[in-house]
């Protein structure tokens, strides 16, 4: 039931997004159903076009790991040895350093086709899973395209079952939730890009290995709250560390990511998304904690949204009571 509920709640907020994209086809000329299909391919091509540009970059970044692992372990034990001798302690650093490269070489390749291939063929084993994974996504286009086909129908009907007194206030209600959400998508949309360019033009300005991956990862996965901005600062730090040391090039990451949070939180959400939602922040952990437990990584996405789209039916709630009285 919740996996059917994900289906469908994510093909009617692709839907939401690619529905200007149809209407503006549309206006130039196309039908219905070749500007509704025309946007769906441009989504198909929007995610492969990531897909391959991940590939890419591992391809690239992947051989630096392995290439700069035994100067990682070398800084990493420069810094490390000194604290464990104020405590008598003592490591066997040449056959760490021999374990790990061993390691690093059996899982790295010199380029990345092996992990790829790896993958691969931990999905091809899992068939059963692939077969569910492809079909959710054939189900999720194919709901997608329909719902661009008649998407003006489709609220044209749902109007008609609501009783003709409250129509009003439903038609005022459907345009509030549709400008919050076309606000936020849209806006959250730019604010990914641009944070996406600030991290990873940053972290490769500072010489980090492998800090345009991670600084892309970063921007794109602001969309999800707290968890993306906090996997992106651990991956970096982390390579920091390997990298740097404790010195300069760690406080170098954390100011990169202090500053981006400051532009996101005080230039680019304001500017480019308005007020966004408007939550207290208990109430954001709650949204996420609860559409988190009932639709699972599609819940977390969803939540914001969600429970900004349930404030806005609440505020008109209570003005129809207000009203009344």
Same mark, same amino acid.
């Given at each position: 039931? =919740?996996?059917?509920?994900?289906?469908?709640?994510?093909? #009617?907020?692709?839907?939401? !997004?690619?529905?200007?994209?149809?209407?503006?086809?549309?206006?130039?000329?196309?039908?219905?159903?070749?500007?509704?299909?025309?946007?769906?391919?441009?989504?198909?091509?929007?995610?492969?076009?990531?897909?391959?540009?991940?590939?890419?970059?591992?391809?690239?970044?992947?051989?630096?790991?392995?290439?700069?692992?035994?100067g990682w372990i070398e800084k990493t034990r420069d810094w490390l040895a000194p604290q464990l001798e104020r405590f008598n302690l003592s490591l066997d650093w040449i056959q760490i350093k021999a374990l790990l490269v061993e390691r690093i070489t059996q899982q790295f390749s010199s380029?990345?086709?092996? #992990?790829?291939?790896? %993958?691969?063929?931990?999905?091809?084993?899992?068939?059963?899973?692939?077969?569910?994974? @492809?079909?959710?996504? !054939?189900?999720?286009?194919?709901?997608?395209?329909?719902?661009? %086909?008649?998407?003006?129908?489709?609220? =044209?009907?749902?109007?008609? &079952?609501?009783?003709?007194?409250?129509? =009003?206030?439903?038609?005022?209600?459907? *345009?509030?939730?549709?400008?919050?959400?076309?606000?936020?998508?849209? /806006?959250?949309?730019?604010?990914?890009?641009?944070?996406?360019?600030?991290?990873?033009?940053? #972290?490769?300005?500072?010489?980090?290995? +492998? /800090?345009?991956?991670?600084?892309?990862?970063? /921007?794109?996965?602001?969309?999800?709250?707290?968890?993306?901005? +906090?996997?992106?600062?651990?991956?970096?730090?982390?390579?920091?560390?390997?990298?740097?040391?404790?010195?300069?090039?760690?406080?170098? !990451?954390?100011?990169?990511?202090?500053?981006?949070?400051?532009?996101?939180?005080?230039?680019?959400?304001?500017?480019? !998304?308005?007020?966004?939602?408007?939550? *207290?922040?208990?109430? @954001? @952990?709650?949204?996420?904690?609860?559409? +988190?437990?009932?639709?699972?990584? &599609?819940? %977390?996405?969803?939540?914001?949204?969600?429970?900004?789209?349930?404030? %806005?039916?609440?505020? *008109?709630?209570?003005?129809?009571?207000?009203?009344?009285?």
């Open positions: 039931m =919740t996996t059917i509920l994900s289906i469908f709640l994510s093909a #009617l907020i692709i839907a939401y !997004v690619l529905e200007p994209i149809a209407n503006g086809l549309q206006r130039l000329g196309c039908a219905r159903r070749i500007s509704a299909l025309l946007s769906v391919a441009l989504g198909v091509t929007a995610a492969l076009g990531l897909i391959v540009l991940f590939l890419n970059i591992l391809q690239r970044e992947i051989p630096q790991i392995k290439a700069q692992a035994p380029n990345a086709n092996t #992990l790829i291939s790896t %993958v691969l063929e931990t999905l091809l084993a899992s068939t059963q899973t692939l077969l569910a994974a @492809v079909a959710s996504l !054939v189900l999720i286009f194919f709901v997608v395209f329909y719902l661009l %086909v008649d998407w003006a129908a489709l609220f =044209t009907r749902i109007c008609e &079952f609501i009783p003709r007194r409250y129509r =009003t206030t439903a038609q005022d209600l459907g *345009h509030e939730c549709d400008q919050l959400l076309s606000q936020y998508l849209r /806006g959250q949309l730019l604010v990914m890009v641009i944070l996406a360019v600030y991290y990873a033009s940053t #972290l490769s300005l500072l010489g980090m290995a +492998g /800090g345009l991956a991670i600084g892309l990862l970063t /921007g794109l996965a602001i969309f999800i709250p707290y968890i993306g901005f +906090g996997v992106g600062l651990t991956l970096a730090i982390l390579s920091a560390l390997l990298q740097f040391g404790p010195g300069t090039g760690l406080l170098g !990451v954390i100011a990169i990511y202090g500053v981006g949070q400051l532009i996101e939180s005080f230039f680019l959400t304001p500017k480019l !998304v308005g007020e966004r939602i408007g939550l *207290h922040p208990v109430a @954001v @952990v709650f949204a996420l904690l609860f559409f +988190g437990s009932l639709f699972g990584f &599609f819940g %977390v996405l969803l939540a914001l949204p969600a429970a900004a789209v349930t404030l %806005v039916a609440l505020r *008109h709630a209570r003005a129809h009571f207000m009203a009344a009285e």
